[in-house]
């Protein structure tokens, strides 16, 4: 029997408001839940001084940083996902991500100088991890990381465990578009590009223990000089991604996977991901340019448009 109690948590954290619906009674679960999530906000986040980021960032080409278990197994899956994707993931793009998103807020764009000074950090071999003594150093000063672009899909996915562990079993986890579904089949809106907040370009059904991540340039954009300027940033390039889409739309088991793929795909195009997402099992729905649809083949049952 599907229980007709509903218990919400909504609490703003990692930069954005995060939901989490249980279908049930479930207020020791949810602050569980909620407190895992502050924690890893406190450890990673890039902009709080008090934070294990900012530290490994302080001390960039100085010293190696302790840190916590959560801080050490992300930046790991980060370099991970670094080299499935030859680069195109990299947290320590943070000095080129910060340039355009200065550039998208301000409107005013950076000049040729200035992009080859925040690409020439951006490298993500310079991470150095320490095994044994469980610290994280980067290589070299001005270098910087931000795991900005997964850490709501680790978050998401921790949040699933606690609910498995309280045995709560129908949920739905909404972490700012990260999302993940326990229990019964649910429709997930897809963002429509430009459109108010809330208005889908289709859905997608998806069962239980699916995570749904999407990734688009009409997050953060603004037209400079006629010219439209958007926050993800190639490191190929140094500048805002070319790669004909508007947004991407990864659907599979976890959602720290998604959350890292996403912004790599988008990156890549929908031709050239095409065969990295199928190794990972890993189905898709692109919007390009011209705002048409494209689906990979698994997932065209499951498109409501």
């Known amino acids: ?48 001084h008090d934070s294990e980021i900012y530290s ?34 990299d947290i320590t793009s943070r000095p080129l991500s910060q340039l355009w998103k200065n550039a998208v807020k301000c409107g005013q764009l950076p000049d040729e100088r200035t992009i080859d000074e925040a690409r020439k950090p951006v490298n993500y071999r310079d991470i150095i991890l320490d095994y044994q003594k469980r610290t994280v150093m980067l290589k070299n000063k001005g270098q910087q990381i931000d795991l900005g672009a997964i850490a709501k899909g680790y978050a998401a ?43 889908s370009a289709s859905s997608i059904k998806i069962g239980n223990g699916k995570a749904v991540v999407s990734s688009g340039l009409y997050e953060q954009f603004c037209i400079i000089n006629g010219r439209f300027i958007h926050h993800i940033a190639d490191i190929r390039t140094g500048k805002p991604s070319d790669s004909g889409l508007l947004g991407v739309t990864l659907v599979g088991d976890y959602a720290e996977e998604l959350d890292a793929l996403a912004t790599a795909a988008f990156i890549m195009g929908a031709e050239k991901s095409i065969g990295l997402l199928k190794q990972r099992n890993i189905e898709a729905m692109f919007i390009t340019d011209d705002k048409k649809l494209y689906v990979t083949e698994n997932l065209r049952d499951m498109i409501r448009k």
């Open 1 to 48: 029997m599907i229980s007709t109690v509903q218990t919400q948590k909504m609490f703003f954290a990692m930069g954005t408001v995060n939901t989490i619906t249980v279908f049930d009674e479930a207020d020791e679960a949810l602050s569980a839940a909620k407190e895992r999530v502050k924690d890893l906000d406190r450890k990673l986040s890039a902009y709080s």
């Open 56 to 89: 490994i960032n302080s001390h960039a080409g100085i010293a190696p940083v302790a840190v916590s278990m959560d801080t050490f197994r992300l930046i790991k899956h980060s370099v991970m996902y670094s080299r499935i994707t030859d680069g195109l993931f």
């Open 157 to 199: 996915d921790e949040v699933r465990n606690i609910l498995h562990t309280y045995g709560i079993e129908n949920a739905l986890i909404n972490f700012g578009g990260t999302v993940i579904n326990m229990g019964q089949q649910r429709n997930i809106g897809i963002q429509k590009p430009f459109a108010p907040n809330g208005q």
